[in-house]
């Protein structure tokens, strides 16, 4: 999507141009597609006010620079939301399951607890979270934890390649 210039002598047909830029007394108007598929488009559109006349060289030329920049932010903003979409069904998924699940990062802080697990937090079930991380009950037992999550976090050097362990319970 290179841009498009609509001369002024043209005739318009573009609902942008009829009911926005012709109220502004926008006569010329450039367009460009930002991002194209088979169901749908999207696309930006400049007008350039009577009083200014006609667009000059400089003008187009930074439109054409600037509108691939646009259409790849465009395309980065479409990644995210499909990357947000997929993470909302991810937890969806998780909160439909009935055990804790927490994931977290190689410090045991939280990046995301599920229902059953924010529940075994607040009844205070073997495990709790505070500013420091995910912990339990006795600090031994925080220190093995900590230790294998540090582990699955790629410090192998912290452990002996993974393991489980048993938490007390109150």
């Not at 169901?39 to 200014?52: A, D, M, N, Q, Y």
């Not at 667009?55 to 439109?63: G, I, T, V």
């Not at 939301?81 to 055990?99: H, K, M, Q, V, Y």
């Amino acid at each position: 999507g290179g841009v498009t210039g609509i001369p002024s002598e043209r005739p318009h047909s573009s609902e942008v141009h009829n009911e926005f830029l012709r109220s502004q007394n926008c006569p010329s108007s450039l367009t460009s597609y930002l991002v194209r598929s088979q169901r749908w488009s999207s696309r930006i559109g400049i007008g350039l006010p009577r009083k200014h006349g006609e667009w000059s060289k400089a003008q187009l030329d930074f439109c054409r620079v600037l509108a691939p920049h646009l259409q790849r932010a465009v395309q980065i903003n479409l990644r995210l939301g499909e990357t947000r979409l997929r993470e909302s069904g991810a937890a969806d998924a998780l909160n439909r399951l009935p055990i804790g699940v927490f994931l977290v990062d190689s410090e045991a802080k939280a990046l995301l607890v599920n229902r059953a697990g924010e529940q075994l937090i607040k009844d205070a079930d073997g495990l709790q979270m505070d500013n420091t991380g995910l912990r339990t009950a006795t600090a031994e037992q925080t220190g093995a934890l900590r230790k294998l999550i540090a582990c699955a976090g790629g410090k192998l050097d912290q452990c002996g390649g993974g393991g489980a362990i048993s938490l007390q319970r109150p």
